[in-house]
């Protein structure tokens, strides 16, 4: 008795990528631009039923939209360049104004102060009065270092040379913050520096006067002066 063997069902066959008669890879998914909106607007046209084309003011309208969508693209674009060139523009017209700066003498609303061993560094201190506390801390851990009582301040702004108060500090840049002791007296006391420009860099935050081992941002500065 013979053996019938069945044949066995092969499917169609899987060119790989690159050989003859292989479909075209598929593209990554992404935004659609005006190039594919107008191939699949030819494939509706091509594809439509005769007997029921599609609706001529409802194309007419989806082209106007996309047209619309793409000017809007378009004139976004322009409008970012433009603001990036305005930025760079006024950049170069600040560096350039900074510049004439250096050497002169400039007081600047800061909470740092170099201490160089002098004994004569000074701090500014604005408020509405009364008696106060300094508190100076590491630069860059924040831990407290010193504390110093610096007794009953006057209104406005004065310059208070902390320099011998702090001699036992080593030199470099501390964080320094005055508040008021008296808890029945709630003054507000703001720090400043006083000194003369040494130089200009550009930061993180924008371009920056050097005073010493101190960067001022020109935005800090509150007065400048020719000696």
């Not at 092969?10 to 008669?21: K, M, N, Q």
């Not at 703001?190 to 420009?197: F, N, Y």
């Amino acid at each position: 008795m013979s053996t019938i063997t069945s044949p066995i069902s092969v499917g169609p066959a899987v060119r790989e990528p690159g050989t003859p008669g292989a479909a075209p890879a598929r593209k990554a998914q992404g935004a659609m631009g005006k190039d594919d909106f107008l191939k699949l607007l030819v494939a509706q046209l091509k594809n439509q039923d005769p007997q029921s084309p599609a609706n001529a003011d409802q194309m007419a309208a989806q082209l106007a939209q996309f047209s619309s969508v793409e000017q809007l693209t378009n004139i976004s674009k322009t409008l970012e360049l433009q603001g990036a060139s305005q930025t760079s523009l006024l950049n170069e017209v600040a560096a350039g104004t900074a510049v004439n700066n250096i050497g002169r003498r400039i007081s600047a609303t800061s909470d740092l102060l170099e201490i160089d061993g002098s004994g004569n560094e000074a701090l500014m201190v604005t408020s509405t009065g009364g008696p106060a506390t300094m508190n100076v801390y590491n630069a860059i851990t924040g831990a407290l270092v010193s504390t110093k009582d610096m007794g009953s301040l006057g209104a406005g702004t004065q310059e208070i040379v902390v320099g011998r108060a702090l001699g036992d500090l080593k030199p470099g840049v501390y964080r320094v913050k005055v508040t008021a002791t008296d808890e029945n007296n709630p003054a507000v006391f703001t720090t400043g520096v006083r000194g003369v420009v040494t130089g200009l860099e550009a930061g993180a935050t924008g371009l920056m006067y050097t005073m010493g081992r101190l960067r001022i941002p020109l935005s800090a500065v509150t007065s400048i002066t020719t000696k």
